[in-house]
């Protein structure tokens, strides 16, 4: 049998906190943090649409603002590392992500598609408005993935709160927005 690995940064005080079939206390059938004051979460503000959608263009986690959620430009881990947040909440969550990544995709390939246009006006060079265009396909649509995930689920954060379901580390539930003024 091989030696339990090491517990280091947040995820020793994110197993020691959240609820699991292992037992209270435990994740997976760790045992808690033995100090778990030493994890203390920033001053966070309330989810708002600014601040969730700001954090989702850094390519950050929509919860917490935590980074490190992907491992290559393409790969989105599971759960952010520092709160926990899952950020596949439902089955079929990334289908809104494609259509993201298309409408964003098919905007900005138009969009330079009328540039170019516009800057070979009155004569235009149909190789060099294809070149273009076909470049702007081929390689937007990997460019705006991690934007496209990221912005897809804050807007998921957005539309369905976070709920005890969600796993997310107690210390990095955001504070509850102030009442509207009518």
Not at 72 to 78: A, D, K, M
Not at 110 to 120: G, K, R, W
Request: charged share 20%; with cysteine; aromatic share 8%.
């Amino acid at each position: 049998m091989h030696p339990p690995r090491p517990r280091t940064g947040t995820d020793a005080g994110l197993r020691a906190t959240m609820p699991c079939p292992g037992g209270p206390g435990m994740m997976g059938g760790m045992p808690p943090d033995p100090d778990p004051d030493a994890h203390v979460a920033p001053d966070l503000p309330p989810l708002t649409i600014p601040v969730v959608f700001g954090r989702a263009l850094r390519r950050r986690c929509p919860v917490c603002g935590g980074g490190g959620i992907f491992r290559r430009w393409l790969h989105l881990v599971e759960r952010c590392p520092t709160c926990g947040f899952r950020f596949e909440r439902i089955e079929g969550h990334w289908l809104g992500s494609l259509a993201v990544n298309s409408v964003a995709s098919f905007g900005i390939l138009l969009l330079v598609l009328v540039v170019a246009f516009a800057a070979s006006y009155p004569d235009p060079s149909i190789p060099v408005l294809l070149g273009v265009t076909v470049g702007a396909a081929i390689f937007l649509p990997p460019f705006l993935f991690p934007y496209s995930k990221t912005t897809w689920t804050a807007a998921d954060l957005i539309a369905r709160p976070l709920t005890p379901d969600d796993l997310v580390d107690p210390r990095y539930w955001p504070p509850q927005r102030p009442p509207r003024r009518r």
